[in-house]
């Protein structure tokens, strides 16, 4: 068996992946940006699938991406991020991993989940003033992960900001799901058990992308795509409800009068 077959399919203990993440050796560099390349290929296509359904089914099957803010937030989040995974495969092909490109992408990838981040707000609380500081916060610390990752280090500030923004995630849909089973979010596209289902598949596709994303093994990147996945999935079905109209309404009150945070 090859190297490169043997750093893919070995169990942790075995392989020796994290052996050729730290090596000078030619041989082993080019299998690690090899190894690099194909996962954030993966990731790009995943991304390429999430904006391809946005587009097409969402915006034009059923026309339901033009009326839809939330399903915009994540079609931008998208494509954010498959920006990121471009500059990566052409940082990897170009064999410059740390080169001046890597910050560009790092940039990039914090906007998608700061973004993705911001969508994930208006299911877990039904307060204006909450979506609007939150997402001030949210844009401040992106902010801060991309200045820290072009002064200091291009990838590791990102990464911890990955794997939070996949927490957040997840208690943003679990937020979500406790609403529409209170009767808050009425979503009638589909079932209400239809739906219910939907929430719990969305909970397990992020939750199993973070205990992928946690490996940090190039070749899984592939699955990072699932948190945007189900972001798009999320805000296809809350979007269109009377939830979001409620939000919308909510903008004629006086500036005076405040709204109830419903967690």
């Not at 790009?44 to 097409?56: E, K, V």
Request: glycine share 6%; aromatic share 14%; hydrophobic share 45%.
């Amino acid at each position: 068996m090859s190297d490169f077959m043997r750093c893919v399919c070995e169990e942790g203990h075995q392989c020796r992946l994290f052996d050729i993440m730290a090596t000078k050796n030619t041989e082993d560099i080019n299998i690690k940006f090899t190894t690099y390349l194909v996962g954030h290929c993966g990731y790009w296509m995943m991304n390429a699938l999430n904006i391809s359904t946005l587009l097409l089914i969402e915006g034009y099957a059923f026309g339901r991406l033009q009326k839809s803010f939330l399903s915009k937030v994540s079609l931008f989040a998208c494509c954010t991020q498959i920006c990121s995974c471009t500059i990566s495969i052409m940082r990897y092909n170009m064999m410059e991993e740390r080169g001046s490109l890597a910050p560009h992408g790092t940039m990039f990838s914090a906007v998608a989940f700061t973004a993705m981040n911001i969508s994930y707000l208006f299911l877990m609380s039904t307060s204006r003033r909450f979506v609007q500081i939150g997402s001030a916060i949210c844009i401040l610390v992106g902010a801060f992960v991309t200045y820290l990752s072009y002064t200091i280090n291009p990838f590791v500030f990102v990464q911890y900001f990955v794997g939070a923004s996949q927490i957040f995630s997840i208690v943003g849909i679990i937020l979500g799901s406790r609403k529409f089973e209170a009767g808050i979010i009425n979503i009638n596209v589909v079932s209400r058990d239809s739906m219910s289902k939907i929430f719990k598949l969305c909970i397990f596709l992020n939750a199993f992308s973070f205990a992928v994303n946690f490996l940090r093994m190039p070749l899984f990147y592939v699955f990072l795509g699932l948190s945007f996945s189900s972001c798009a999935i999320t805000m296809a079905f809350v979007g269109t409800s009377d939830y979001m109209s409620n939000f919308k309404s909510d903008a004629s009150s006086t500036s005076g009068e405040r709204q109830p945070i419903n967690v």
